[in-house]
């Protein structure tokens, strides 16, 4: 979701800043602009005098300018702190039974999901993240498929051993796992 939103606001600020640049320096460079465009020729502003003190004896304009900006610098501290926020789960809260608890190394998990993952019959490669709180994390699964293989029956083996064995240690009821299953790229086999 993030570096969907992170595409589409880097794609239209982009977009903003080469149509805003690109017709300031066309009519820079004596392109004659349309009637309706915000400023005449090479010589003229962007911003008038006129244009700047418009609004200023209206007593709604300097309150609004400075909302507007607010929520621009909100939206800008959103953004940076989406982007400073961990996406992998650093650990996994695992219920010992005395009201205590255990903590286990999230890299621990996602390495032992890995391990038994690839070794499953058809699986080459795999990957796994975990996300989500602590008490109730979820895992992000990408397997690397050989040539022979039957992704049907490799999510079955998956979901049968893998997850089950981690949710059975990690003594968790329930384990969400989005699976992405890749090919490896191979050349064309000959039938002769």
């Not at 005098?49 to 400075?66: K, L, N, Q, S």
């Not at 953004?79 to 903590?103: K, P």
Request: glycine fraction near 10%; avoid cysteine.
């Amino acid at each position: 979701m993030l570096r969907t939103v992170n595409r589409i606001v880097l794609g239209l600020l982009g977009l903003v800043l080469v149509i805003g640049g690109g017709s300031v320096l066309a009519v820079g460079l004596g392109v004659n602009p349309p009637s309706w465009w915000i400023h005449d020729g090479p010589n003229d502003v962007l911003l008038s005098d006129a244009d700047r003190a418009r609004w200023h004896d209206e007593g709604w304009f300097w309150p609004t300018v400075i909302a507007a900006l607010g929520v621009v610098v909100l939206l800008a501290l959103w953004w940076l702190v989406a982007q400073l926020r961990r996406r992998r789960l650093a650990e996994v809260l695992v219920d010992t039974g005395d009201g205590e608890g255990a903590l286990l190394r999230g890299r621990a998990l996602e390495g032992v999901l890995a391990g038994g993952a690839e070794s499953l019959e058809g699986v080459d490669r795999a990957g796994v993240r975990l996300t989500g709180r602590r008490s109730t994390p979820q895992a992000r699964a990408t397997l690397t498929l050989e040539p022979h293989a039957v992704p049907d029956e490799a999510l079955r083996l998956l979901s049968r051993d893998s997850l089950k064995n981690a949710r059975d240690s990690a003594g968790l009821s329930e384990l969400p796992t989005e699976v992405r299953l890749r090919a490896v790229k191979h050349r064309a086999e000959r039938v002769s």
